[in-house]
Structure formats: C-alpha cells, structure tokens
C-alpha cells in the first residue's frame, strides 16, 4: 500500500474511533496509537497530522456540506464509516493543498476507502455525494477550468 493511502487509512481508522466514542477521547493520542498498532514506520506524519486536524477543525462545515448534498441522509443516521471517509474526502476535495492532492485524486481516494472499509454501496455513495460537490466547485481540475478550453472527453461530447 502506498504511503499516503496507508496514511489515509490509518485516518479513517482514527476518525472512526474517535467518532464512536462520541469524540471523548483526544484525537492526537487516537492517531498516535493507530499509527503505532497498524502503521509502524510511518514517516510521513506531517500529511495525516494536517488531516486530522483538518477534518476536526471544519468537522461542522464538513457535515452541514454533507447534509446538503445528500438531504436523505441525516449526519446522525450515515453509517460511521461513510461519514467519516466523507469528512476525509470532502476535506481533501475542498481544503487540502491542491498541487498534493489534486480533487479527482481526493474523490478516488475517498472511492478507494469506501470499497475498503464501508458497505456494499458504499463506494457509490461516497463517489454520488463527492461527485455532486466537484460538480459545484466547478470541477477545479478539470482542462477547462484551468485553462479555459474543454478537455478531449468535453470536446467529442460537443
């Protein structure tokens, strides 16, 4: 496993953990026992420490951003697993640096995690709710967006 998914994942783990247990335990001592349990040797501690606090600093953005693009599903009724791979997703789509985590790698990354760890139509959901929201930032890394011009796929279509 590459070294951000592995960093991805230990993540979610964390994010889980803490959200099972109604956030009364410290994030920071969470991810540092899952890093040590499923990720020991882990060197790039600087990239899942930005995502932790990210996901925990915009958590309430997060999940209002959430609840809007996907109104049948309440925050409190979403399987923990989905929720939290949607607070990591959206954060990397709407906050992260985008020259590292560029927001169709976020959205894949989220798909991936989905079909690791959640249900059966996990990763559909996962890619409905983050694919809505790319969709409304106006698909950030798309060739038009960047440059002003369609891309191939845009141009056949056309």
Do not use: C
């Not at 040590?36 to 932790?52: K, N, S, W």
């Not at 409190?76 to 992260?96: H, S, T, W």
Request: proline letters at 5%; hydrophobic letters at 40%; charged letters at 30%.
């Amino acid at each position: 496993m590459a070294t951000r998914q592995l960093g991805r994942s230990v993540v979610l783990q964390s994010l889980y953990e803490w959200d099972f247990y109604n956030r009364r335990e410290n994030l920071d001592d969470v991810l540092a026992r899952n890093l040590r349990e499923f990720a020991p040797g882990f060197t790039d501690m600087e990239f899942v420490l930005g995502l932790v606090k990210g996901v925990s600093s915009k958590m309430s953005e997060l999940d209002k951003i959430i609840e809007t693009s996907a109104p049948e599903w309440p925050i409190a009724k979403l399987p923990l697993v989905d929720r939290n791979i949607l607070r990591l997703g959206l954060y990397e789509l709407m906050f992260a640096d985008r020259k590292q985590v560029p927001p169709r790698v976020a959205i894949n990354e989220a798909i991936e995690l989905a079909k690791a760890y959640g249900g059966d139509s996990s990763s559909k959901f996962v890619n409905g709710v983050l694919g809505t929201v790319y969709r409304e930032m106006g698909e950030p890394d798309s060739a038009k967006a960047t440059t002003g011009k369609p891309d191939k796929a845009e141009e056949v279509k056309t």
